[in-house]
Nanobody
Framework: VQLVESGGGSVPPGGSLRLSCAASGYTFSSRYCWGMGWFRQAPGKEREGVAS???????TYADSVKGRFTISRDNAEDTLYLQMNSLKPEDTAMYYC??????????????????WGQGTQVTVSS
């Protein structure tokens, strides 16, 4: 399984970015349990869940990003997206895409995910 993120960058507060995560080497099917999520880690802080989507369509957001971030998935392209609007300096972090192969994934718990991308840096600064 390979996950490749892209779309990070540097924007001023209030700006927007769209992250992408291209997945390969895994067969996605509504018959099997899986979850994909976006996580972030700032220097000196623990990795935290941002948003996730499961095979049954369940979407979960961290309280800190509700109303600003939108997770989506292109099933035909096996690509996960994170649209980030109204960005704040506290959103600055390395953002990671992850895939979990379990029916019991806790949506925003990093330990429940099996595969990780290399990360893409998001910096929000004036």
């Amino acid at each position: 399984v390979q996950l490749v993120e892209s779309g990070g960058g540097s924007v001023p507060p209030g700006g927007s970015l769209r992250l992408s995560c291209a997945a390969s080497g895994y067969t996605f099917s509504s018959r099997y349990c899986w979850g994909m999520g976006w996580f972030r880690q700032a220097p000196g802080k623990e990795r935290e869940g941002v948003a996730s989507i499961k095979n049954d369509g369940t979407i979960t957001y961290a309280d800190s990003v509700k109303g600003r971030f939108t997770i989506s998935r292109d099933n035909a392209e096996d690509t996960l997206y994170l649209q980030m609007n109204s960005l704040k300096p506290e959103d600055t972090a390395m953002y990671y895409c992850a895939l979990g192969r379990s029916c019991w994934i806790s949506a925003l718990s990093p330990g429940d995910y099996n595969y990780w991308g290399q990360g893409t840096q998001v910096t929000v600064s004036s």
